[in-house]
């Protein structure tokens, strides 16, 4: 397969739902009413979420600081999936990063397709909005605590500073309490994150203020923690502390006592979304519009008299069956992480062993689909909220059911942000989920999968472990690459130190090693050759012309000698213009034929040189048999001996005519 292939023509629209965390009430429903309200309507899902394991597991000082910077990433590998629309719960998503990003350029880093944006008010182009009156619901809900309850010391637990409806909630609270004249310091208001991992912050209002009247929470759990931290100090919500909420999640009205909040109709936002959706596919702009907020009022404010019947199904608890059958299930995931790591981490393991084992894995997981695309080079990242994700990402598997495609670095199909991926599914069968692939601060790349909404916290898991392993996988490979070098740097050390590096020729050292491994491929009855050859007048070429044309006229020799020579015969340059060689001795290859050869040749190149100077050999040999080889050293005399009768044949210069002159 060429690793640059066309774009694709996607047949169904995918709509692309960005949300904060999957765990939450409030993204599970939005995401199931959105998933089945489009089920009808020829269309594809992918996900955006991710589960803030840092702060559920209090791991912060932990966990490295560029974790959520890794599930920012996931936003910008949109641009690798060319959705057609994207619904964006915005409040959610910036409600967790320290560093957290401004709409504008939140926006900024996506596809350019319309946004449903959820929560959120803008006047942004591209981009309709589905929000809800905070403002007046939490007025109301102040107002009936301080009117029907006479309470006045009211502590405010905010959601994180510059998101837009967790500042609303605050400003409703303070103008509800200056309208009825009722002081507020810095004391009487701490900011959370939207989670019920607040402890801290209930405790520092509690610190200051230790029986308070009343605490207003801007979200139902945080309200959820509010309860914990208050029963810790011996005071009861709803008895001795008004405790009261916003969202009226699905654990609302089943708190003890029933937590009065705000009830937002989730259900009714996201059949809004889904009503836009539609309505851009069908080519028309559809209007912003805002949802009506109720409160709901319960015990938890000190008045069950007023407490409504609860706006959502009571959850009930698992029968005995279900309850193993869940058990069963957490046993299997655990056991496959676990078996991810010891099926990938093997030394020496190859790219494309390494995503064909892990295709195999995630198939028996029970993926339908999934494809994992690598960076060029992993990236190390620092904070929390940056953008970083390439314009490339290289494709290493495709799996579709039991069909798995992994290639290898070098083979690895290229995907280009903007365009649609060459291997897009006909139709998706659960919703796509994106999950970003690293290990401490760095990071390697993305797996997209179908998921099942019940088993998004299992893949989750997994692309943890994969993370792992890839970090384990990148250092394999260095290792590799390393051990490669050395070798290679081992190899040419060898060779330099039997080699000789003018002409490339063997060395003494050289010559004398091959000369037995020459000598014991034959038989004893084996007739050899020793020849030594000398440069005719070297020092001549060098005083006349320089030394770099003496080193060519040592370098031609050494090409005419091996030309010469049968195939595979030890040939040396064993002094300054010195060469030996050994060859068998046969019918068209004697010592007479071999010098004869060389003397034609010296002739034939120096009709057509150029140079100033003669190339010229004076050859001497001696011919033994393989049983007389035991002594290289008398042999090789004996060929010197027959090398010093030749010189004197040898012609008196080596100069040209014009060159004398």
Not at 334 to 345: D, G, H, I, S
Not at 359 to 364: E, F, P, S, T
Request: aromatic share 8%; hydrophobic share 40%.
């Amino acid at each position: 397969m060429k690793n640059e292939l066309a774009p694709a023509k996607r047949r169904r629209p995918l709509i692309g739902i960005m949300s904060g965390s999957f765990h939450t009430d409030y993204s599970r429903l939005i995401t199931e009413v959105i998933r089945s309200g489009l089920e009808e309507d020829n269309v594809d899902l992918c996900l955006f979420q991710w589960l803030d394991a840092n702060r559920h597991l209090g791991l912060q000082k932990i966990v490295d600081s560029g974790f959520d910077g890794h599930y920012y990433s996931q936003f910008e590998y949109s641009k690798f999936l060319c959705p057609d629309i994207l619904i964006v719960s915005f409040g959610t998503i910036s409600s967790i990063p320290k560093e957290r990003m401004a709409l504008e350029d939140f926006l900024a880093s996506l596809p350019k397709v319309p946004v449903i944006l959820l929560e959120t008010e803008t006047d942004l182009p591209r981009v309709l909005t589905v929000t809800v009156d905070n403002y007046t619901s939490m007025h109301e809900v102040v107002d009936h605590l301080i009117e029907d309850h006479g309470l006045k010391e009211i502590l405010f637990l905010s959601g994180p500073q510059g998101i837009q409806d967790a500042e609303i909630r605050k400003a409703a609270y303070l103008d509800a309490m200056g309208e009825h004249d009722l002081p507020v310091d810095d004391s009487m208001i701490v900011y959370g994150d939207f989670t019920d991992l607040v402890e801290d912050r209930v405790e520092e209002l509690l610190a200051s203020h230790p029986r308070p009247e009343a605490i207003v929470c801007a979200n139902d759990e945080m309200a959820d923690c509010a309860y914990k931290v208050l029963r810790r100090h011996g005071l009861l919500p709803g008895v001795d502390v008004a405790v009261t909420g916003f969202d009226d999640i699905e654990s609302a009205s089943i708190l003890e006592p029933p937590l009065t909040t705000v009830s937002q109709d989730f259900t009714a936002m996201a059949e809004a979304a889904v009503g836009m959706v539609r309505a851009l596919l069908r080519g028309e702009q559809p209007s912003s519009l805002k949802v009506p907020l109720t409160v709901q009022y319960r015990a938890s404010c000190g008045c069950p008299h007023k407490a409504a019947a609860p706006s959502r199904p009571e959850v009930q608890p698992l029968n005995k069956l279900q309850s193993r059958a869940r058990i069963k299930q957490l046993i299997y995931e655990n056991v496959t992480t676990a078996l991810l790591l010891r099926n990938l981490l093997v030394e020496n393991i190859s790219v494309h062993t390494f995503f064909r084992i892990l295709g195999d894995i995630l198939y028996h997981t029970g993926s339908p689909w999934s494809c994992v695309g690598l960076l060029k080079a992993p990236l190390t990242i620092e904070g929390s909220a940056r953008t970083f994700v390439p314009d490339e990402v290289r494709l290493h598997l495709l799996q579709e059911g039991e069909k798995i495609e992994a290639w290898s670095r070098l083979e690895a199909p290229i995907l280009r942000a903007g365009e649609v991926p060459f291997f897009w599914p006909e139709k998706i069968q659960s919703p796509l989920a994106v999950f970003p692939l690293f290990f401490g601060e760095v990071h390697y790349g993305v797996l997209l999968a179908q998921v099942r909404p019940e088993n998004m916290l299992f893949i989750y898991n997994l692309s943890l472990e994969l993370g792992t392993a890839l970090r384990y996988l990148y250092l394999a490979l260095d290792h590799q690459e390393a051990q490669a070098a050395l070798e290679e740097a081992n190899t040419m050390l060898s060779y330099s130190a039997s080699h000789d590096g003018l002409t490339g020729l063997l060395n003494r050292t050289g010559f004398l090693a091959h000369y037995t491994t020459f000598l014991r491929q034959y038989d004893k009855s084996t007739r050899f050759v020793a020849v030594m050859a000398d440069l005719d007048h070297l020092k001549q070429i060098n005083d006349s012309f320089g030394h770099d044309m003496g080193d060519k006229a040592i370098t031609m020799a050494a090409e005419i000698l091996q030309r010469g020579l049968p195939p595979a015969s030890p040939l040396g340059r064993t002094g300054g213009d010195e060469f030996t060689a050994l060859f068998v001795e046969h019918e068209g290859c004697t010592q007479e034929e071999f010098i004869e050869h060389i003397r034609y040749s010296c002739e034939g190149y120096n009709r057509h040189s150029g140079l100033p100077f003669l190339v010229s050999l004076s050859v001497g040999c001696f011919p033994f048999t393989a049983d007389q080889a035991t002594d290289v050293s008398a042999l090789l005399k004996k060929a010197d001996e027959q090398l010093y009768r030749a010189k004197a044949d040898r012609p008196a210069s080596v100069l040209r005519p014009s060159a004398e002159e």
